[in-house]
């Protein structure tokens, strides 16, 4: 075996965690491959970019909205030395919206806000009209909640950035699909 093919770390999935380990593994000193038929083609290239933790939180998963707020803090930072490398990837920081559209949306959004209001997390209960001013395609709103600590990320721009920061601390992309992981070893189609 040829002292170019041996490797400290090989990474299966170029979704947004394979990218993001394989990219801080290389920038750590570590010879890195990233092994995917079709980089940020999966559930990451789809996915809604949504960073919303306190969107989604429900009563009784406290230590979940806590873990998720803990993650949501250092987004900024992250998304900082992206952008200090050349490639933006697109954090919104100006918060989400939760849209009701009819009663049993509406319940559940009284739901959050209650929880929100108790756990003294910022959330502003906006009308239909209200709404409509913000976003006007929301037609059929009949209420909503603005949560200001909330984030989103555009999660192409998100995945483009991961990859070229990735080629620039130096790994090696393979876009194979993989056959065999064994200890030790990763075969994919070219062998």
Known sequence: MDSDDVVDVIVVGAGVIGATIAWRAAAAGRRVTLVDPRPASGASRVAGGMLAPITEAWPGEELLLELGSAA??????????????????????????????????????????????ALDRPAEVLTGKQLRTLEPSLGAARAGLSVPDDLSVDNQRLMAALLAAGRQAGVTMVAEPVTVVRSGAVEYADG
Do not use: Y
């Not at 250092?74 to 954090?91: M, Y």
């Not at 100006?94 to 009819?102: F, P, Q, S």
């Open 72 to 117: 949501l803090r250092q987004w900024p930072s992250f998304a900082g030395e992206l952008r200090d490398l050349g490639h933006d990837p697109g954090l919104r920081t100006e918060g989400t919206l939760v849209v009701a559209v009819d009663a049993g949306d509406r319940a559940e959004l009284d739901t959050l806000s209650g929880h929100l209001a």
